[in-house]
């Protein structure tokens, strides 16, 4: 699983590394920046109605950033064949790892080794790597149908806070023009809520800085020492940043940004300042990634327990 895993994470720095190089993103803005709403999807499969997910996510996320993909659907070479569709001439498909379950049989044997009538069963997970396209590199698949799904400002519900709460971290807002997250305090300091024309850049602020606070030593234990623009102050940067996106895509926060369809460019713009300051080193920015990752299973599972434990009051009311 490593192995496979630890390809696609080198394929998807690679493109991130074309993307930088490329010189298309726009400077990164402050979120706070007034801004419009659009609803961007995360990747996933039309057919199984199933979205992708961790490495496989973010892998397909950067491929339609590089090809200016603006459908989020992606299906196998047999699925789409299967459908009546056609991947057209040409086209590459990305590269994604698939699990699969294989059950292994075995006799079972009495205390003097002799097998008896009656058998067991394990599941085994193992791992393939497989290919997929998006439905623009495809002929015959029907137009994505727009999401009319309307979009409110969280209120009482808002998911961010409460997984700090169940952290046990501190958030302070105040009148400034800084966010942090203190270590030492275990702390996250934020502007004021007004201070925010943009709803989505509030909570990608808040959930950047979440991500930081998943790494103190009483959680997942990431090096938080470094001093600005040492190595590991740029892994940290680049961890709560990606962590920041795929938390709020995980937890469906909606995405603004001064122009709508560059939200997740100003994510890979604050990225990339980081990547250039750690001189494009692979192996650093790998690991910020499986960090990332990490970090937004982390927190989201914070998230889950919360549903759970609000569920089973309600029912035991």
Not at 35 to 53: C, D, E, H, R, S
Request: charged fraction near 20%; include cysteine.
């Amino acid at each position: 699983m490593s192995d496979i895993r630890n390809i696609i994470l080198q394929e998807f720095v690679q493109k991130l590394l074309l993307l930088i190089d490329k010189n298309q993103l726009p400077p990164w803005q402050k979120p706070w920046n007034e801004g419009a709403t659009t609803n961007q999807q995360k990747p996933y499969n039309p057919l199984t109605q199933q979205f992708y997910q961790g490495i496989n996510s973010l892998h397909l996320s950067l491929t339609a950033e590089l090809n200016h993909f603006l459908d989020p659907r992606w299906v196998g070479f047999n699925q789409a064949n299967k459908a009546g569709w056609s991947i057209r001439s040409q086209q590459k498909g990305t590269v994604i790892y698939l699990p699969i379950k294989k059950i292994i049989k075995a006799d079972v044997r009495d205390g003097q080794g002799v097998a008896t009538n009656t058998e067991t069963a394990k599941d085994r997970i193992s791992y393939r790597l497989t290919r997929v396209f998006n439905a623009e590199q495809i002929s015959g698949i029907p137009p994505l149908e727009k999401s009319n799904t309307v979009i409110t400002e969280f209120k009482n519900h808002n998911p961010l806070p409460i997984i700090a709460q169940r952290l046990g971290v501190s958030v302070i807002e105040t009148s400034s023009d800084l966010a942090y997250y203190s270590p030492h305090l275990d702390m996250i300091k934020l502007p004021l809520s007004h201070q925010f024309t943009s709803i989505y850049g509030r909570e990608s602020t808040f959930a950047h800085e979440l991500t930081h606070a998943s790494g103190s030593i009483q959680r997942l234990a990431r090096d938080q020492t470094g001093q600005f623009g040492s190595r590991a102050y740029c892994i940290e940067e680049i961890t709560a940043e990606i962590g920041a996106f795929l938390l709020c895509r995980e937890l469906e926060l909606h995405f603004t940004a001064v122009h709508p369809d560059q939200t997740q460019e100003q994510h890979l713009s604050y990225t990339a300042h980081w990547i250039e300051l750690l001189k494009k080193e692979t192996v650093s920015i790998e690991l910020a990634i499986k960090q990332a990752l990490e970090a937004t299973k982390f927190l989201y599972q914070q998230w889950q327990i919360e549903q759970m434990i609000q569920q089973f009051q309600t029912v035991n009311v």
